[in-house]
Nanobody, 124 residues
């Protein structure tokens, strides 16, 4: 019903920048929230940034002031602008969304969706 496709990962030097994008496709009724988690080897998956319908944002303390999440109002796409990158940002970044889809004329069903992940590596 819903597919999340990430892009924009790659290699950056410390202090550099990358921009991730996540495009949601499918029969989307309400996109309640959409954002990014990341997971480094040997560590638990953690929230990086999240954007809710009303524009409320939530960032991990470690990225505040350096990462910015935004949404393309023309489509179901969110972006994560990552500036002043540090080596500890190296991880697989996963798009995450909570989306309601219409299953019939009077019923909708909401669920979480995950992208396959995109690798971000920050190294000299």
């Amino acid at each position: 019903q819903v597919l999340l496709l990430e892009s924009g990962g790659g290699l950056a030097q410390p202090g550099g920048s990358l921009r991730l994008s996540c495009a949601a496709s499918g029969m989307i009724f309400v996109l309640n929230r959409m954002g990014w988690y990341r997971q480094a080897p040997g560590k638990q998956r953690e929230l990086v940034a999240m954007l809710a319908r009303g524009g409320t944002t939530n960032y991990a303390d470690s990225v505040k002031g350096r990462f910015t999440i935004s949404k393309d109002n023309a489509g179901n796409t969110v972006y994560l602008q990552m500036n002043s990158l540090k080596p500890e940002a190296t991880a697989v970044y996963y798009c995450n969304a909570y989306i309601a889809v219409r299953v019939c004329s009077t019923v909708s069903s909401a669920d979480e969706y995950w992208g396959q992940g995109t690798q971000v590596t920050v190294s000299s």
